[in-house]
């Protein structure tokens, strides 16, 4: 419900909203890094299934919204999907330059242990990636060029170590493209 309305306001508001991207941006992640690691336990599967059948579409809609609006520059875009797609050496060499040592597990405090490390960060975030992928054709042009800018980033985590054996091996829950069922796939396929 709180994200539906979110939605909403964004798109009614979008310069508004695009002072507060960053709280849209963990929004998004924290409902990525939840579904995902609810999805890597035996008995979060369940709920992992509702996620994905009531809030992974809403949560690319909230990023679509402010993604697509003409009332914010193509900077305010990148920016966005820079901080939504960074990974930990390029967030703390961030962090570093300006004055402060946070990481992204203090920046995004999570109750669930699997997801605070920099691998189910960076796992959370190639899920969204591919969901924001996935729903890439209700994006204007503009939104779809700041996304292709970001094609590096998936590349580039896909090939660590860790990222790239758990993307193969997770089964996560996907909309089968009707929104009638959920399919269980691997996150590789996905």
């Known amino acids: 419900f709180y994200l539906i309305n979110a939605v909403k ?5 979008p310069s508004q909203a695009s002072m507060v991207f960053k709280e849209i941006a963990l929004c998004t992640l ?30 690319v809609d909230l990023l679509s919204a402010l993604l697509n609006t003409a009332e914010i520059t193509q900077e305010v875009r990148i920016t966005l999907l820079d901080f939504l797609f960074i990974d930990e050496q390029d967030f703390n060499k961030q962090s570093h330059d300006s004055q402060t040592k946070a ?7 999570l109750s669930v242990e699997s997801t605070t490390s920099t691998c189910g960060l960076l796992l959370a975030r190639v899920l969204l990636f591919q969901s924001v992928m996935r729903y890439s054709s209700e994006l204007e042009e503009v939104a779809k060029l700041a996304i292709t800018k970001k094609l590096y980033w998936l ?25 009638k069922t959920i399919i269980w796939e691997s996150m590789f396929s996905a």
Do not use: C, I, N, R
């Open 30 to 59: 924290m409902t990525s890094a939840f579904k995902f690691s609810l999805s890597q336990q035996s008995h979060g599967k369940s709920a992992s299934e509702v996620m994905t059948d009531l809030l992974e579409k809403t949560t």
């Open 103 to 109: 990481s992204l597990v203090d920046v995004l405090p």
């Open 155 to 179: 590349l580039d985590v896909l090939t660590e170590k860790e990222v790239y054996t758990s993307v193969l091996s997770s089964q996560l829950p996907m909309s089968d493209g009707s929104g």
């Open 9 to 13: 306001v964004v798109a009614l508001f």
